[in-house]
């Protein structure tokens, strides 16, 4: 063993001495990024079929996309589409949940269900070998679901607990607040996807069988099959399993999304003692499908990465934070703008004010060139890395057919993003990032904290408890 390790030693020696650390390595050259066609088919009730064939492994990544999620919930009943999701595995006409468990665990074969503002998935990952059998187990749940009323009540109490415990983390309660004063309560964007301990309460196992019914249809289906596998082999396992699944009137949801006024709403929710503010800031952004996707990428990379202007500023500069980042959410609907930190409690105001100079100067000012293009190389080295496995392919596509973006996105998603400028970067800035008019939600302790944000003049404040609702000053 000795042995191996000097010829190791000496061998990485005679590698090293051989390299000249006085010249700047150069970058690599531009790397290449295509997917395999995509291949459709739909059957006669409606439902979508996508296929891309991955034969590295014998293995095959099935997804099911329903294109309802939260954005289907009901006013008053937020918390739906992910408690019908959760219940698809607790038992079907033939099995129970402990079956289902046991015949996928034979089968080496994962699956889960979730859903989220936009979409329910299911995402199966299985060998080959086993496809056909696995499949039928996805097609049972999905087609077939009985949701015992016993499950029900004990998934819904498992969700009430955790939404409980959550609200007792300032960070929580700042983000969730954030998005309902961004949106409003009645909006299913100014809830969490998984509804609110009021929200949840009010749903009964009649909601769940009605959210079912009405968004479960073929017709506003699609499955996506990444893997070993060819068109014309999942044809035949597609109408084994689910050319008798009945098509049904269907009207997708077109969610409204109100401009807000341009002015700055403050809102503080007291957290006595707390070491740490935290600090939401955002206003409404883009939808995903907005052709401004790719400036909007990198002007995010710019002023909100773990190396973006927020985090220079906020934490290495200034020292009021471990992190500050900021993020576009994009979705069907517009979704949220949020620039946000957890600071020390005696900086609250002067972050504050650091906040508002990054977000005001990425409007105003020209990137410089050098920065610009740091940040826009490090938005393009990373686009392989999520398309390297079934799994991950299968998660783009879904987002051609959930977003209605062209089939041909990712072949060109390299050339669009490397046409995008520092003037791009500019107007986009403008556009979508509106400190005028921004949302702002502080969870800190504001006997310490009022008097000086109320010296920096930035707009109306309000206190609130921590569901939200306002309180007398």
């Not at 499955?223 to 597609?238: A, H, P």
């Not at 934490?315 to 934070?321: C, H, L, P, V």
């Not at 009022?450 to 010296?455: D, P, R």
Request: proline share 4%.
């Amino acid at each position: 063993m000795k042995r191996i390790v000097l010829i190791i030693l000496i061998f990485t020696q005679l590698i090293y001495g051989q390299i000249d650390r006085s010249i700047e390595p150069k970058p690599k050259p531009d790397f290449s990024m295509s997917i395999p066609n995509i291949k459709r088919a739909e059957l006669e009730n409606g439902l979508r079929i996508l296929v891309v064939e991955h034969h590295e492994l014998p293995i095959v990544q099935v997804t099911m996309l329903i294109r309802s999620g939260a954005d289907a919930d009901q006013n008053g009943k937020f918390g739906t589409a992910n408690l019908t999701a959760d219940m698809l595995d607790e038992g079907t006409k033939s099995k129970t949940a402990l079956q289902i468990a046991e015949e996928l665990d034979f089968l080496g074969t994962e699956l889960s269900t979730y859903a989220n503002y936009d979409a329910t998935v299911g995402s199966m990952l299985t060998l080959k070998e086993h496809l056909s059998k696995s499949l039928n187990i996805l097609a049972d749940i999905f087609l077939n679901p009985t949701f015992p009323e016993s499950e029900f009540n004990r998934l819904k109490n498992e969700l009430l607990t955790d939404l409980s415990s959550k609200k007792t983390r300032a960070d929580i309660i700042a983000t969730e607040i954030f998005y309902e004063k961004l949106y409003g309560r009645d909006h299913p964007y100014g809830q969490s996807n998984e509804g609110t301990e009021e929200t949840v309460s009010e749903i009964t196992i009649e909601d769940i069988k009605k959210f079912y019914s009405e968004n479960y249809i073929p017709n506003n289906s699609s499955l996506i099959f990444v893997g070993d596998i060819t068109l014309n082999e999942v044809l035949e396992l597609v109408k084994k399993n689910f050319s008798k699944w009945k098509k049904n009137k269907f009207t997708p949801t077109k969610l409204l999304v109100k401009n807000r006024e341009n002015n700055i709403e403050i809102f503080l929710i007291d957290k006595e003692n707390a070491p740490q503010s935290q600090i939401r800031i955002g206003n409404i952004g883009i939808e995903r499908n907005n052709p401004d996707f790719y400036a909007v990428n990198i002007l995010n990379q710019i002023i909100g990465a773990s190396n973006g202007r927020l985090f220079l500023n906020l934490r290495e500069a200034k020292g009021y934070t471990y992190g500050a980042y900021a993020n576009f959410s994009m979705r069907k609907s517009p979704g949220p703008f949020m620039a946000y930190a957890g600071v020390k409690t005696e900086v609250t105001d002067s972050a504050l004010i650091e906040f508002f100079k990054e977000l005001n100067r990425i409007r105003e000012e020209l990137v410089e060139e050098n920065e610009f293009n740091m940040y826009k190389l490090a938005v393009i080295q990373r686009l392989p890395r999520v398309m390297e496995t079934p799994t991950q392919i299968a998660s783009q596509i879904m987002a051609i057919e959930l977003f209605n973006l062209p089939d041909d996105f990712f072949s060109n998603l390299l050339d669009n993003y490397k046409k995008v400028t520092r003037e791009d970067i500019l107007k986009t800035a403008k556009k979508y990032i509106n400190p005028e008019k921004a949302v702002i939600v502080i969870v800190g302790d504001v006997q310490k904290i009022l008097s000086k944000i109320e010296n920096l003049k930035l707009g109306n404040i309000f206190l609130c408890d921590e569901k939200g609702n306002l309180k007398n000053k």
